[in-house]
């Protein structure tokens, strides 16, 4: 029998929260597709976002898809390592990689559990950017169009990533393509973007919702899966974070319209 499929959105660090939510799904009756951003935003030096990805990474029935955070932390990886291919790299501000990771609430506890972690390092550096499931449901981090540019295929779009996570500076590389927000909000582009992967819709994480399950727009068409799921992400004062269910929740069934191709 097919189980159903739990997506979990963006984590990002708040490991304990994580386990939680994963309670009631037993992963020998579900599949899991996590959707990325483990790392930052987590418990400052707990290393939440890497023990996040551990249980990713060995949970059975799972799937995971590479996040802009994610990305990010390879490349600090690789600055730690020694690598100079983004030492004058400067933001408009003049924010160094460094000095921006950490404003991003990034965290040391994090880079030294994966820079100690080979198996952990290896697995984030083979993690798609796209995941087709056998209902045409694409998921991905973003809620942006770019990965159409990297390849006419999910096959050919994960192939080029994984060819970049292999070399020096194609984290970065690969990060670029993972910042856009809002691609979908116009329903024609979201066409487009369906149609050039043959998908029958799209769920993804990346952009934040305030509602208590995850927001489905365009007819069931994407389906956002931000919650804002961790207790320690920056936000408004007094601003509670989401709700478990707004980020980690059952896959629904494609609508009726989309099925009959309305």
């Known amino acids: 029998m097919t189980r159903p499929t739990l997506i979990v959105g963006d984590v990002q660090g708040d490991v304990d ?3 939680d939510a994963l309670t009631n799904f037993a992963e020998d009756e579900f599949d899991t597709v996590f959707l990325g951003d483990f790392f930052q935003g987590g418990e400052p030096g707990a290393g939440g976002g890497a023990a996040a990805a551990q249980l990713a990474m060995r949970r059975r029935n ?3 898809v590479l996040g802009n955070h994610d990305l990010f932390l390879l490349v600090m990886l690789e600055r730690s390592r020694g690598g100079d291919q983004l ?3 400067r933001t ?3 924010l160094s990689i460094e000095d921006l990771w950490l404003s991003r609430r990034g965290d040391w506890a994090d880079l030294e559990a994966v820079a100690s972690d080979a198996a952990l390092e290896a697995w984030l550096r083979g993690l798609p950017f796209l995941v087709s499931l056998e209902d045409g449901t694409l998921a991905q981090h973003t809620d942006d169009d770019r990965y159409a540019e990297i390849g006419d295929s999910v096959e050919a779009v994960n192939a080029a990533v994984h060819d970049w ?4 500076g194609g984290a ?4 670029r393509y993972t910042i856009g927000r809002h691609g979908f909000d116009d329903p024609e582009r979201l066409q487009r973007y369906l149609m050039h992967f043959g998908a029958s819709r799209v769920v993804h ?3 934040p919702h305030w509602d208590d399950v995850p927001i489905s727009f365009h007819g069931g068409r994407a389906v956002g899966y931000d919650g804002r799921f ?3 992400w920056g936000r408004a004062e007094g601003e509670e974070p989401g709700p478990i269910g707004a980020t980690v929740a059952l896959l629904p069934p494609l609508p009726d319209a989309i099925r009959s191709g309305g």
């Not at 996570?165 to 020096?168: E, S």
């Not at 970065?172 to 990060?175: A, N, R």
């Open 87 to 89: 030492g004058a790299w």
């Open 172 to 175: 970065f590389q690969s990060l």
């Open 205 to 207: 994480g990346h952009t």
């Open 165 to 168: 996570l292999a070399t020096r």
């Open 17 to 19: 929260r994580l386990r």
């Open 62 to 64: 799972a799937q995971s």
């Open 230 to 232: 961790s207790r320690f």
């Open 92 to 94: 408009r501000d003049g």
